[in-house]
């Protein structure tokens, strides 16, 4: 007999030898599979691992690549110029290191005091990596995110095994508790015939006998 509930499962906990009194065929695999699939607590748990795989996920898109981009027009004015910029920028885990690259492009007319804005004709490329000599060196607020996340997902991962492991314990329990309530109330066909062989023969030899 397959337990296909939730309710059944918790009636069969609680109650096991009143429910399934008359079942045969019901086995442990049954019992567990059931407990597993429907049982709250190991639901429950579940859906906390489900939930910090989550946040693990978004702890790492700290470490996604960012592009940017900036453009910029005087039209109108004592100096008309264009400037475009686009910049590539990668963080890492390692120490901190953030690779960068990049291109611009300035053209026009621009004051005296603002001529670093001019590039030639095809612009300019940039390149470098950023590695931090002291603050932010060992660990930074990317990689602690990253590794509470990892943490918190461990933590969980362990709380959905030890919620397994008690559900199979309580429903191996009371299965066979069950199953031992079961053998105890319907004794053995050979020991029942025992019984009723030996009821017979005390019957007979115990019958009085008419003389003639």
Request: glycine fraction near 8%; avoid cysteine; aromatic fraction near 12%.
């Amino acid at each position: 007999m397959m337990l296909t509930n939730q309710a059944g499962l918790l009636l069969f906990l609680l109650f096991p030898a009143a429910l399934y009194a008359e079942t045969k065929s019901l086995i442990l695999d049954d019992v567990l599979s059931t407990a597993e699939k429907s049982f709250p607590a190991l639901l429950a748990a579940e859906q906390r691992r489900i939930a910090t795989e989550g946040d693990y996920i978004s702890a790492q898109g700290a470490f996604d690549t960012t592009v940017k981009s900036q453009n910029r027009w005087s039209v109108i004015g004592l100096y008309e110029n264009q400037n475009y910029d686009v910049s590539v920028e990668q963080p890492t885990p390692y120490w901190g290191a953030t690779f960068f690259g990049g291109w611009r492009r300035g053209t026009g007319d621009y004051p005296v005091y603002d001529g670093k804005n001019i590039t030639a004709t095809d612009g300019e490329f940039r390149a470098g990596v950023n590695v931090p000599l002291w603050r932010n060196r060992e660990i930074d607020r990317r990689r602690a995110g990253l590794k509470q996340a990892e943490l918190a997902q461990l933590i969980a991962g362990h709380d959905v095994d030890q919620a397994l492991l008690d559900i199979r314990r309580q429903a191996a329990y009371r299965y066979w508790d069950w199953v031992l309530g079961k053998r105890l109330a319907q004794p053995p066909k050979a020991l029942s015939s025992a019984l009723i062989s030996s009821r017979f023969f005390q019957k007979t030899t115990h019958t009085p006998t008419r003389t003639s």
